[in-house]
Every structure is written in C-alpha cells, then in structure tokens.
C-alpha cells in the first residue's frame, strides 16, 4: 500500500499504537501531539489521510477538520473519539469528515476506514494533480530492478497494458502487486479515468458486496439514501481487486456476471447498472489449485486469466537486491534531510543472503530503519535487526515464545496474509495480534 498519515491524538501511546497498526499495512505514518503540531505537519509534509482525536488541549478536533478543509481540501479526516455522540458525528461530517468513530471500535473497523478514505484520496489526486504527476508516480518507472524475471514481468504488462483486458497478477505477499496494478492502469487509454484499489480481505462479505455494488435507498436497516458502488465509481476507468481469493463464493458469482456482461444489480435495486470498467486481480494463491478443492468458481478463475503476470520474489530476483536497497535509502535520505547513503561490502553480503519472506515491502522497511539509525552516510550491517540473518531452527524447539511465534507465522501463511482472519483462527483480538507481530518482528502480508 501507499500513502502518508498523520495521527494527531495527545494520549502519546495511543498515538504509538494506532501508527504502528498502519505502518504494518503499509503505510507511512505522521504523529502530532496537539492540532497545532498537526496543521504544521499539513504545510510540510504531503499528507493523505488525518486521524485526529476530538479531545486536544488546543483546538477541538470537529473544528480542526474546517481548517484542514480550508487549506488542504483534498485530505480525508477521520475523527476518534473516547465518548461518541450522534450530534459531534453529524457536526464532523458537516465540517467534511470522512468518518466518524468511538475509540475502542477502531480495532477492528480503522483498516479498512482508512483503505476507503485513501482510495477517495487517489480519485481526488486524479482530478487535483497534473496528468504527467500521476504518471511519473504510479508508473513503471516505479518498477526497480534489472533482473530477468522482473524485465519479463514488466515486459508483459507494458503489452497488456494498451488493451482492455482482465489482468490476474499473481505472486507472493511483498511484490509489488499494486504498483504494477497502478503502472498497467497509468499506461492504458483509461489513464485519465479513476483507479480504484480494493483489498478484498479488508471487508465482512456484506460489507464488501455493498462497496462493490452499491445499493438503493432502504435496501436494508440505515441504507438511508442511495450508494453509488466502487464498481459504478470506476466507471470508465480501472478497478483493482487485491486478494482477491479471498471473496466468498456468492460475491464471486457476482463478478463474473460484471465480466461477462458489464453489468449488475444493486442491493435493493431491480434494474441493471451498466458499466465500462477494466478489472484487475491480484493474489498470492494458487487460484486453480483452490478452484480444484472448491475454494474459487472454476468459471471466475478462469475469466480472471485470460492475461496472468507472474511477479517473483525477491528471492528469486537476488541481483535487484542490492540496487532496491540503494533505491530506497536514497529515498529516505532525501526525505531526512540526510546526505545519500554507501554501502559497506558488510551490509551488501547481509542482504545478499537474508530470506527475504516479506519481499519488497520488508526490504523497504528495513531500509527505513537503517536511514534512521545511521549517524554516518555508509549503511553498515551492525544498523540491521537484531538476528536479520536467522532463520527458524530446524530442530525441535521447546521455549513458548519461540513455539508461539512459530504458530503465528503458520496461521497467517494458512490465511494468505489475512490478518482479521488469522486473529480469528488464533481466538485473539487483531490489536493483540500486531502488539505480537511486533513484538517476534515477524513481517506484515499484505
């Protein structure tokens, strides 16, 4: 995932917390303490999507949002609060909120909150920056490396990226999926039309239905006005379903009806809505293996592949290596006001030959915190994690916290990455399940 987010909340650990959730997805995380420091943040840095408290010691969190609105209209705002009433939700949303919540329902609801409000982010972007921005940001001049396997990804989606044909993206956690989703989109005749990312994992299958589809007016209980769905919002332009084995059998019954006919039934509505829309997939199982056991409609499947890009890891891409790390430390020095970073031959060799199980986005975290740590410009292996070369122990192993590690990293590869899933199966709350995460350093799927 990509975007920049600013926390600005005066419980310090708290704010802490919440960050560290997120940049777990992904995303690059901002604190302020009080709104002062968060509209000052605003005006230096290119932000995407504030959280902000209503309770701060200088200014109301509700009247915080106006002036974020005034200067910056195209962030999104979502407001926390400990004690939630109906009349500060309505007061936020009239001040241009995206959201509302209570503190304490965040755990479970605050991923995918934030997903929506930075896919609005992105449609907004495309109307808000100049054609040639976008292009050079989401292109595949993002795309870094020179290894035979990633030409040959590449290659492919520069060909597939002219037509309007569906493109199934497979590869594991960590690749890049989405940056190619983006560059195919960026590259096409749909270019000046919106892009819009769906992490299918994210959602409750209700959920997920009706961001898709959309729904009329008293559909059910509090569908209070109509609601144009995601695939009528990329009308025109490209929708990118990310994890996409991860959709419940009647939701994929659905889809193959838009393939097929580019066309659905809202919840609710007893007229078709037709669409132009290019469908992009991603996922990091085996979906004809899955179709086999009766996990995925065989028909979907193989609707989806018509055009399948297989994106390796990046231990099958071992010569990028080194030239990502330099990428990304160059990047994060630039955004540190540091001088560009050397490699010492030390800290090549310990890249060289870490597994790298959470591919590109775990090379690109370790980069971060090596730019952070280093006082001189030569990155050196002693500024790498503690244990960055160890592996499991092949043995037995008898120790809880190894044994319990072990048993988390089984789950989530069980689920594919799928974190509400795997808090789930382990019969824990998704907070607690990160705090761990953490805690082991066992990296983030997507």
Same mark, same amino acid.
């Given at each position: 995932?990509?975007?920049?987010?600013?926390?600005?909340? *005066?419980?310090?650990?708290?704010?802490?917390?919440?960050?560290?959730?997120?940049?777990?997805?992904?995303?690059? =995380?901002?604190?302020?303490?009080?709104?002062?420091?968060?509209?000052?943040?605003?005006?230096?840095?290119? #932000?995407?999507?504030?959280?902000?408290?209503?309770?701060?010691?200088?200014?109301?969190?509700?009247?915080?949002?106006?002036?974020?609105?005034? $200067?910056?209209?195209?962030?999104?705002?979502?407001?926390?609060?400990?004690?939630?009433?109906?009349?500060?939700?309505?007061?936020?949303?009239? %001040?241009?909120?995206?959201?509302?919540?209570?503190?304490? *329902?965040?755990?479970?609801?605050?991923?995918?909150?934030?997903?929506?409000?930075?896919?609005?982010?992105?449609?907004?972007?495309?109307?808000?920056?100049?054609?040639?921005?976008? @292009?050079?940001?989401?292109?595949?001049?993002?795309?870094?490396?020179?290894?035979?396997?990633?030409?040959?990804?590449?290659?492919?989606?520069?060909?597939?990226?002219?037509?309007?044909?569906?493109?199934?993206?497979?590869?594991?956690?960590?690749?890049?999926?989405?940056?190619?989703?983006?560059?195919?989109?960026?590259?096409?005749?749909?270019?000046? @039309?919106?892009?819009? !990312?769906?992490?299918?994992?994210?959602?409750?299958?209700?959920?997920?239905?009706?961001?898709?589809?959309?729904?009329?007016?008293?559909?059910?209980?509090?569908?209070?006005?109509?609601?144009?769905?995601?695939?009528?919002?990329?009308?025109?332009?490209?929708?990118?379903?990310?994890?996409?084995?991860?959709?419940?059998? $009647?939701?994929?019954? %659905?889809?193959?009806?838009?393939?097929?006919?580019? $066309?659905?039934?809202?919840? /609710?509505?007893?007229?078709?809505?037709?669409?132009? #829309?290019?469908?992009?997939? !991603?996922?990091?199982?085996?979906?004809?293996?899955?179709?086999?056991?009766?996990?995925?409609?065989?028909?979907?499947?193989?609707?989806?592949?018509?055009?399948?890009?297989? =994106?390796?890891?990046?231990?099958?891409?071992?010569?990028?290596?080194?030239?990502?790390?330099?990428?990304?430390?160059?990047?994060?020095?630039?955004?540190?006001?540091?001088?560009?970073?050397?490699?010492?031959?030390?800290?090549?060799?310990?890249?060289?030959?870490?597994?790298?199980?959470?591919?590109?986005?775990?090379?690109?975290?370790?980069?971060?915190?090596?730019?952070? =740590?280093?006082?001189?410009?030569?990155?050196?292996?002693?500024? =790498?994690?503690?244990?960055?070369?160890?592996?499991?122990? *092949?043995?037995?192993?008898?120790?809880?916290?190894?044994?319990?590690?072990?048993?988390?990293?089984?789950?989530?590869?069980?689920?594919? /990455?799928?974190?509400?899933?795997?808090?789930?199966?382990?019969?824990?709350?998704?907070?607690?399940?990160?705090?761990?995460?953490?805690?082991?350093?066992?990296?983030?799927?997507?």
């Amino acid at each position: 995932m990509e975007g920049t987010i600013l926390v600005i909340d *005066d419980e310090k650990k708290l704010a802490g917390l919440l960050s560290r959730i997120l940049e777990l997805e992904g995303y690059r =995380l901002l604190q302020a303490y009080t709104a002062k420091d968060g509209l000052r943040i605003l005006n230096q840095e290119d #932000v995407d999507v504030v959280l902000s408290d209503v309770k701060l010691p200088d200014i109301n969190g509700i009247e915080l949002v106006r002036l974020i609105k005034q $200067s910056k209209p195209f962030v999104e705002v979502i407001n926390l609060t400990a004690f939630g009433s109906i009349e500060d939700g309505v007061s936020a949303i009239k %001040r241009g909120a995206f959201d509302y919540i209570t503190k304490g *329902d965040d755990n479970d609801k605050i991923i995918p909150l934030v997903a929506k409000a930075m896919e609005k982010v992105r449609l907004g972007g495309n109307k808000a920056f100049p054609r040639d921005k976008t @292009k050079r940001k989401y292109g595949f001049d993002q795309v870094i490396g020179r290894s035979a396997a990633i030409k040959k990804a590449v290659e492919l989606s520069l060909r597939v990226s002219k037509t309007n044909t569906t493109v199934l993206l497979q590869g594991e956690t960590g690749t890049g999926k989405e940056v190619f989703a983006n560059a195919i989109h960026y590259g096409s005749p749909r270019a000046e @039309k919106a892009f819009i !990312a769906v992490n299918c994992s994210g959602f409750s299958s209700e959920l997920l239905e009706s961001e898709l589809f959309g729904y009329k007016a008293g559909a059910f209980t509090g569908a209070l006005k109509d609601k144009k769905g995601l695939l009528e919002e990329a009308n025109n332009g490209t929708i990118f379903l990310d994890e996409i084995g991860e959709m419940n059998l $009647s939701l994929q019954a %659905r889809l193959l009806r838009v393939l097929e006919s580019q $066309s659905f039934i809202k919840v /609710g509505d007893t007229k078709p809505t037709t669409v132009d #829309v290019r469908i992009i997939a !991603a996922t990091n199982l085996d979906l004809q293996r899955e179709a086999e056991k009766g996990n995925f409609r065989e028909d979907l499947f193989y609707r989806l592949s018509v055009f399948t890009i297989a =994106l390796p890891s990046l231990s099958e891409r071992r010569e990028d290596i080194g030239i990502l790390a330099g990428y990304y430390l160059d990047d994060f020095a630039e955004k540190m006001n540091k001088p560009p970073f050397s490699m010492d031959s030390g800290f090549i060799r310990a890249l060289n030959t870490h597994p790298w199980k959470g591919n590109i986005r775990e090379l690109k975290n370790v980069m971060e915190r090596v730019a952070i =740590l280093a006082d001189e410009p030569v990155a050196t292996a002693d500024l =790498l994690p503690a244990g960055f070369n160890a592996s499991l122990p *092949d043995g037995p192993v008898f120790d809880m916290q190894t044994m319990e590690k072990q048993h988390i990293m089984k789950v989530l590869s069980h689920t594919g /990455g799928n974190k509400t899933e795997t808090a789930r199966l382990l019969g824990i709350g998704l907070t607690t399940l990160y705090r761990k995460m953490e805690e082991y350093k066992i990296p983030a799927a997507k």
